[in-house]
Nanobody, 127 residues
Framework: QVQLVESGGGLVQAGGSLRLSCAAS????????MGWFRQAPGKEREVVAA????????YYQDSVKGRFTISRDNAKNTVYLQMNSLKPEDTSVYYC????????????????????WGQGTQVTVSS
């Protein structure tokens, strides 16, 4: 079992930056691929970025490429999402998630591939 707690959300002006953190507790965090998702009201949950268990592979949604960076520190049981050049369309609730297959060496982009979820943190970007 893995418990995930996000932090770092808030209100920021367009062009600003935020860094989201996701602290994990429970067994074997370092063996799981991790992902950041977001869900706006009335929209489906979508992957923003994902990372393999060993930092070897990363994925970014096209709309955030060059602006967001996912990283993880397995020694600290934490995954991060650095968000730069934020836009109003980035406004959403952001969730971190852990995939259910340990040591797979790949990232995952579909919500159903993730077994553990945090409670979410609100990010609001004003224009």
């Amino acid at each position: 079992q893995v418990q995930l707690v996000e932090s770092g959300g808030g209100l920021v002006q367009a062009g600003g930056s935020l860094r989201l953190s996701c602290a994990a507790s429970g067994r074997a965090f370092s063996s799981y691929a991790m992902g950041w998702f977001r869900q706006a009201p009335g929209k489906e949950r979508e992957v923003v970025a994902a990372i393999s268990w060993n930092n070897g592979n990363t994925y970014y949604q096209d709309s955030v490429k060059g602006r967001f960076t996912i990283s993880r520190d397995n020694a600290k049981n934490t995954v991060y999402l650095q968000m730069n050049s934020l836009k109003p369309e980035d406004t959403s609730v952001y969730y971190c998630a852990a995939a259910g297959i340990p040591y797979s060496g790949r990232y995952y982009v579909q919500p159903y591939e993730y077994s553990y979820w945090g409670q979410g943190t609100q990010v609001t970007v004003s224009s």
